[in-house]
């Protein structure tokens, strides 16, 4: 049902700056672990992320503090979050890394081919 239900949707956007949000605001009584899976780079909503080109290392650093905010958040709540990432092309790694590192959760990257 699902496959057929989504055989048209081509949409490459992601919003995962606000999924995780929301998700810290859901567990934020009771503590937990939160998993994000993606396969793109978040282009929408909180905490978007620009496309970046490879300039003399400038890629190795964030160009936002608002994951690395949001974790300081979710670990005064409990709250863990963990990263799969998935795919080749580029998802800002350098940005997206502090909401794992500062919420005792783990960045999982899986590139394809």
Known sequence: MLPNLFKT???????GGSAITVG???LSKN????SLF????????L??????TPK?????????????TLAIEANQHHIAI??????????????????ARNS????YRYPGK
Not at 38 to 45: F, L, V, Y
């Open 24 to 26: 810290q605001k859901m």
């Open 104 to 107: 005792a959760g783990q960045v």
């Open 47 to 52: 905490g978007k992320l620009e496309e970046r």
């Open 31 to 34: 503590g937990g672990r939160i």
């Open 38 to 45: 993606s396969t793109t780079r978040i282009s929408e909503g």
């Open 9 to 15: 949707t081509v949409s490459p956007s992601s919003c």
């Open 82 to 99: 963990d990263l799969f990432l998935f795919g080749h092309q580029f998802q800002d790694i350098a940005s997206l890394a502090p909401v």
């Open 56 to 68: 003399d290392g400038e890629c190795l650093n964030g160009v936002t503090d608002f994951y690395k």
